[in-house]
């Protein structure tokens, strides 16, 4: 059995870890910049994150590639593509491990991803509500106008009244 098709899928998944906690430190450093409100880093950061995002979308499909191969090469069914599970199941050691201890950790790092993206989310939602409050607060748009009325109170004359709606017995 030629194990240079598992080897080449076992060292893609590395590269593919490395991007997926690259991700993570951008995240954590957007975090910083957003707390500290330093717009330069965030632009910094972000052409960083997009960098690695592509990255990560160009292993994903030589990640997907090795994985058809290998399964191929394993005799597991053509019709779909099968998990990191499946494929390490029928590898040799040390690869068996290899690809099981990847696949693990490739499922924590995308939790990961995924709480730190929905806090950096939390924390940008909080931050443009406190700054519209500021907004409506400077503007005077948080004072309530009654229908009719001035915000000083007096009455709006250019506000013409309804006449009363007649009510018939039949609803």
Sequence with gaps: ??????????????????????????????RHCLLGLDLDGLLRISQHKERVATGITESIRQLTEYVDQASLMLGLPEDQTPTLAEVAAL?????????????????????????ENEANRHFIDYSLGLINESLNVLTGADQIKADGYQKDGKKDKSVKKALPTKLSKEV
């Design 1 to 30: 059995m030629d194990l240079t098709i598992i080897e080449n899928l076992a060292n893609q998944l590395d590269i593919h870890l490395e991007r997926y906690q690259k991700l993570i430190d951008f995240l954590n450093d957007e």
């Design 91 to 115: 590898c040799p050691k040390p690869y068996d491990n290899r690809l099981n201890d990847g696949a693990i950790k490739l499922a924590r790092l995308k939790n990961v991803i995924s709480m």
